[in-house]
Every structure is written in C-alpha cells, then in structure tokens.
C-alpha cells in the first residue's frame, strides 16, 4: 500500500498540476511534513491552552457557572454549567498529555527539526522521507484518539498525565483510549526519531563534519536518542497497562487492593511502583525532549542576531551529550516520597544534581554569547532573550525538588508545576515562538510583521510571570497541585487563595495576547513583507537555498567550508560567511 | 529526486541508511523487551512464591518451538546469501520456507495457548501467567511482523529485483537482521520462562 501511494506522490511531485491531496496530505517532502507537524502541533497546543483555561475558572471562583462554555458541556460534566470534580480531573489529566505529547514535542521536533534539520545539514530530504510521512500519520492517529475520548462513556483519561497505576487500572474507558493514544504517538517519535539520527549520519553536506554542524543539529540529534531508547519502555507500560484492563491481569495491582469499600477481585501481586518506575523511565528524558530543541533555537537566533560566534561551542556540544546520557539515570527522582528507601533516594538525588551541571554550562555559554554582541532586538531575539532567564527560574526552582529532603514538602504541590511551567512555558514555548519568528521567512518567502510580533512578546512576557510565580508562592505555602477547587476547603491555604484570581485573570491575558500572533501568522503568509534567501544574514546552510526552498532543496551542490556561526569575521567581506563559502574568497 | 545512500555505503559512514536504521530500530526493541523483563524481575522478586515455569507450562513444546524458529534464521541466512549469489528463486524458495517456519512457530504456539485456555490458565489467573502471556504475545506479534515482511519479499516485493538487485538485496539483509533479533528475544523468553 505504502508503495504504491509512494509512487502516486513520486508521480505526482514530478507533473506540474499537484492535485491538493498529493502536495499537502500525503507528501514525502520533508518540508511540507514540517509545516504538517506545526500546524498540528499549533493546534493542539491551543487545544490545551483551553483546557487549561477552564480549569483556572474553576480555581478561581470554585463551583460558580463557566461563562460561554458552561451550558454546552452538558449535565455529566458541568452540572448547572460549573465543573464537576471527575470533569475537572479529565481536563488537568488531557492539559498535560495534549501539550507534553501532542503539542510541545511535535512543534520542536517534527515540525522545526523535520522543516530546519535536512536543511542545515545540506541534505535533499530526510533518509526516510516516506517513514517521515507515516510518522505524522501516526501522530495525527494518535491525537485523534485522544480527542475523542473525551465522548467516551466515563469521559477522557483522569488519572493525571502520569496515569499513576493503580488509580488509572480501575479507571473508566478513558483511559483505554488514552493508552492506545500513547501507543501511536509512541510509534510515530520512534519513527521519527529513527529518520533524524540517519539523516544527521548520513546526508550530512560534503565538509560538513559532526563539529561544523549548527547547535540546532546537534540538539535534535541528541534529542531523537532520547526518543528512540525512552519511549520503548512507556510502550512496555502501556502494554501491560492495557492487559490490566483489558485481559484482567495484576501487573500493577498489589493484593488486597480495596476499591470503594470492596476488596478488588483480581489475582493481585502487582506493583504499582513498577508503573512508576517504567513512567518516569520514560518521562524523565521526555523532560530533555522538551528541552533541549528549545535550546538549540535559542542558539541559532542568539548566534544569528549578536554577530558573533557562539561562547563555548566545544563545551555546549559536549555538554548536550552528557546531558543526554544522564537523563537516562535520574527519573527515580520524581518518587523520593513512594518509600523506595534512602538508599535510591541518595544515588538519584546525586545524579539530579549532577545532571544540573550541563545544564549551566548550556545557559551560562548562551548567556555569555551575548557579550560584545551587536544585538538586533527583533521578535525572534526577543524571545529567544527571554528564554534564558524564564529557563533559569525554571531550572534553579528544580533544585529543591532533586534533593530529597526539601521534595518531602514541596512534592505534589503547586510549586512543582510552577518549577516544571518555568521550563516548558516561557522556556521552551518562548523558544518555539522565537523559531516560528525566525524561520517564517524560510517556511514562506515573507518575513512576519514586527510590531505585532512586540505586541506579542510583551505582553506574553508578563502574562507568563503572572501565572506561575505565585503558583510556586501557593505551593511553598502548601496547597495541593490537584484540588478541583483550588484549595478552599483547607484553612492553611486561605492566606494565599487570593493568588488563584490573579492568576486566572493573568491566563486570560495570556490568551489575549495570542491574538497579535494568530493575526500575524495568518496575514504575514500572504501579505507579509517578501524577502530574499536570506535575510537575517545568516551563515547556516537553510539560508543558502532559496525561500522557499523547492523540492530537493538546493539548486547547487553543497559543499561546507566551514564552522556554523562564522559571524564578523576579521578581514571578512561582510559579517558573516556562510558555511558554504570558500575560505579566502 | 534520490536520497543518496539507499543503495550504496557513505564512504566515511561504510553503512547504507538503511543499516543504521534497522540497527537503530533493534536498539529501540531492546529498550521495549528490555523493559518488559525488568518488570518479570520486579514482580518475581516481590512475590511471595513463583512457580517453577516447567509445572505449568510444556517445555518439550517449546523446545521443539525453539527448534523451528532457530532453523527458520538459518533459512533467512541462505535467503540474504542467495541473493549475495544473484539466484533470485532460490532466495525467494528460502524466503518462502522462513515464512512457513514462522507459521510452524505460530501454530505450536497456538495449540499451547489453547492447552492453556483448556485449563482455564487464563492471563488474569496469576501474576506468572499474566506475564507469560504477555511476553510471549507480544513475540508472537514480532514473528507476524517478521512473517508478514519476508512474505512481501518473497513475492510482490521481490519485483526489485528487475531494476536495482543490490536494494532488493539490502532490505533483505536488513529483514533478516529483524528476524534474527525476534529469534533471539525467543531465546532469551525459554529459559527465563519455562525453565527458570
């Protein structure tokens, strides 16, 4: 089958009318899987920003109507329009699993390191560009299952994205089709992943050697690693998850297990630590997926827009690869309060602690690129700028929470998602802006309008801080992370209640502050400013084909002279060279 | 347009794309049995008591399955070296006796899941079982997989051969090293379970 719709595309590419279903549903180009995955991951990304939105209703004013929504949720989920407790759980458990799995992740890595990554590295197409295909395919499968659970009897899953077992093994149907979900998001980042570590080994462009490729690169060949050898233990999970509930098995229910007053009737013996065990296995490197194509936009734009080399390039390479390889050995940290024993404790708080090294030494050389820089204040740096010390908070507030003794009172409570949102928010989903900013140009041919860019960035700055700074004040306080009313029932907590208005209020500003983007995106691919291959003036290989780049990419052999930032080179003609200019000309 | 490096070796890679991704892939499988023998650790030590595999499961069946499906690698082997030769029917003749071995593999399998099933030795009755059959079931797909890929080969795909026998050759190999992977998951699944 694969075949032969191959050859149809093949065909297809190759007569000048492309009929809409060839050229945008069911290509091979690398390009247009991109622009699939970013539109996609756009989508969903919204998807669960609203989910969310919801959610910060209910904490704020618990119990009172839903306004718009309300009314149309029906009875089951919104009795009277205001939010039942188990709808409540389906939103935060769908908010996590929607934007870590369905939104985050495909927008830097399918969409930016499927478009950027055979461009940077003067490659035609990905190694596999009909595996690419089906990749997205299986995203798109998977992000449809997860949307129409929600119509399921039961609701969508509601055990946390985490699906801690034993809560999630006895859990309406949900949660069946959130592990069928996760089994082909699962198999499209394998596939993905499989494409982009060949690609990266084997279209590299003639002279460009594995220290002449762009950060960008080098993240997302890292990060495919992490992808490829992480995910196969959550599919192991998900498998067994799925015979708990399907075939009736007691993978990760112990013996004995009570259920609303009544002994379960199941052979038992199961342990619901190992699902935490084969979770975390997963979601800890998940973590640095999230991360590290974050980092490597950063430094494209950093580099890009202060005219000079990148601080450190050695050092940020090897730092990355540590990164990667130790990522695999510190996911018991998020269980130092399941009473697996001091012991563990003591081996995985001094991994996370060590782990934070590389970590520094990434922020701290993008922190030092920017001195003696000619910097271009344009969108694109501006929230690459951002970035730095939003990924900052986010990575110093997770020091308390490694080390196992302060975690005793911080876990589970607010001030872990105010840690984890300061990585991923206005870390990562900055970063991605910043690419969206940057590589428009390349996508379209026009560049995006810079007012309504600032008119973006600004406010989406405050906003941010808004949200999760006094979410981290409400859990040092104490308060729960998953109360369906925000808290109100606990006296500790009234001192700090007021917060949940501020930061509902901030999310709705948030979301305001969208609407430049959304108008921007929308105009700028037809009416925005057209510019030429180039106009960042930058040294990397995508700006060296035109914009947009045709099918194959290039129009002349590629052959790579030098390193990937060679920014006001001394003597240089202009101030920069890019990676395929001669040395001496 | 070509993707370079589909046919023939990167000089300074020495490896076709094709080999780093089958290789790649294998190295994801391993995480995913991997796992799924981590867990028959974790669950066997933090058991009270664990049967001996042999009392509940029949091990001359088995072995008689290992048998077939490390004959079946052999036949995978004279099917790739066939094509080393440039005699495509008999390639396709040991392509063709792979497949039907891994049939003879499912079948046994079935008639000892059916003996199972007989004496309602279900997935749900004990923590020994409920990772018996998933792990097994869980190769019994691979070999499908296996079973199903060979099949394409032997017949519509070995179509290939007419315009670039070297590819056709390649994905062969590449097959082949899946297949020998199932088989040796196989290997590491008898003892662990019917012996230990």
């Known amino acids: ?150 119509f399921l009897p039961g609701g969508a899953a509601q055990s946390g994205w985490t699906s801690y077992a034993p809560l999630s093994d006895i859990a309406p149907m949900g949660q069946t089709a959130w592990l069928l979900g996760m089994v082909f998001l699962i198999t499209s980042s394998l596939l993905g992943s499989i494409n982009f570590i060949v690609t990266t080994i084997q279209l590299r462009a003639k002279g460009l050697t594995f220290m002449r490729l762009p950060f960008f690169c080098w993240a997302q060949f890292v990060t495919a690693f992490l992808l490829l050898l992480a995910f196969p233990p959550l599919e192991a999970a998900a498998v067994l998850q799925l015979m708990d509930r399907v075939a009736g098995t007691s993978f990760f229910l112990p013996t004995g297990l009570v259920v609303s007053g009544q002994v379960l009737e199941v052979s038992g013996g199961g ?37 000079k080399p990148l601080w450190g390039y050695r050092s940020l390479v090897y730092s990355l690869i540590f990164l990667g390889f130790m990522s695999f050995i510190v996911w018991a940290h998020h269980m130092f309060l399941t009473g697996m024993g001091t012991t563990m404790a003591s081996f995985f708080q001094t991994t996370t602690m060590i782990i934070s090294i590389p970590s520094v030494v990434i922020l701290t050389a993008l922190i030092l690129s920017l001195w003696g820089g000619a910097i271009r204040f344009n969108t694109a740096m501006l929230f690459a700028l951002a970035f730095l010390p939003m990924f900052g908070i986010g990575g110093l507030t997770g020091l308390p929470l490694g080390l196992s003794s302060p975690d005793v009172f911080l876990h ?40 309504l860019g600032k008119l973006h960035f600004w406010p989406s700055l405050v906003f941010m801080n808004l949200i999760f700074m006094p979410m981290m004040i409400q859990g040092m306080a104490g308060v729960s992370r998953r109360l369906a009313d925000g808290g109100q029932t606990y006296d500790f907590s009234d001192p700090v209640m007021g917060l949940n208005k501020v930061m509902s209020h901030a999310a709705y500003g948030l979301a305001l502050a969208q609407i430049p983007f959304f108008l921007n995106f929308f105009r700028s691919i037809r009416h925005g400013e057209p510019v030429g291959p180039n106009p960042w003036n930058a040294t990397t290989l995508e700006w060296q084909a035109p914009s947009p780049p045709p099918h194959g990419n290039f129009t002349e052999p590629i052959v790579v002279h030098r390193g990937p930032y060679e920014y006001s080179v001394p003597g240089a003609a202009r101030d920069f060279c890019p990676q395929n200019q001669p040395v001496g000309a | 347009m070509e993707i370079p490096y589909t046919v023939e070796a990167r000089p300074d890679t020495g490896l076709t794309s094709g080999k780093i991704g089958i290789w790649l892939f294998l190295a994801s499988e391993v995480m995913l049995f991997g796992a799924l023998f981590a867990t028959y650790i974790m669950l066997r030590v933090g058991a009270p008591e664990w049967p001996v595999g042999a009392t509940i499961l029949n091990v001359p069946l088995a072995t008689l399955n290992t048998v077939v499906l490390i004959t079946s690698s052999v036949t995978m082997v004279m099917a790739w070296a066939s094509l080393m030769r440039r005699d495509l029917s008999k390639a ?29 030795l279900y997935p749900s009755e004990s923590t020994f079982l409920a990772i018996y059959f998933t792990l097994t079931g869980l190769h019994a797909f691979h070999v499908l997989g296996g079973m199903v890929i060979n099949a394409y080969f032997a017949g519509p795909g070995s179509k290939l051969w007419h315009t670039n026998p070297q590819w056709l050759t390649n994905r062969v190999e590449h097959a082949g090293l899946f297949w020998h992977f199932v088989d040796l998951v196989w290997i590491f699944l008898f003892p662990v379970l019917y012996l230990l």
Request: glycine letters at 10%; a neutral charge; proline letters at 5%.
């Open chain 2, 92 to 120: 396709r003749m040991f392509l063709w006796a792979t497949v039907a071995l891994g049939g003879a593999f499912m079948v046994i399998k079935a008639i000892e899941y059916n003996a199972k099933f007989e004496h309602h």
């Open chain 1, 412 to 451: 589970d409570t607010l001030y872990v998602i105010g840690h984890f949102h300061y990585v991923v928010a206005p870390g990562t989903i900055f970063a991605l802006f910043a690419g969206v900013y940057y590589w428009f140009p390349k996508v379209t041919g026009r560049r995006m309008n810079e007012t």
């Open chain 1, 1 to 150: 089958m694969a075949e032969t719709l191959h050859e149809r595309a093949h065909a297809a590419e190759h007569h000048e009318e492309l009929s809409f279903w060839w050229k945008y549903v069911f290509s091979t180009d690398h390009k247009i899987i991109g622009v699939q995955y970013t539109v996609t991951g756009l989508v969903f990304l919204f998807f669960g920003f609203c989910l969310m939105m919801m959610m910060r209703w209910q904490l704020a004013y618990p119990g009172q109507p839903l306004p718009l929504l309300g009314g149309l949720l029906g009875d089951v989920r919104a009795p009277g329009g205001a939010i039942a407790p188990d709808f409540y759980n389906q939103l935060g458990a769908m908010h996590g699993t929607i934007m870590v799995f369905m939104g985050v992740v495909p927008l830097a890595v399918g969409g930016f390191g499927n478009f950027v990554l055979p461009l940077q590295i003067g490659a035609p197409d990905m190694a596999f560009p009909r595996i690419n295909m089906l990749s997205y395919q299986s995203y798109l499968l998977g992000g449809v299952v997860m949307l129409v659970s929600f």
């Open chain 1, 271 to 307: 342990s619901p630590l190992l699902w935490q065990h084969l979770f975390w296995f997963l979601a800890h490197p998940e973590v640095y997926v999230l991360i590290l194509p974050a980092m490597g936009i950063v430094a494209e734009v950093v580099a890009n827009n202060t005219r």
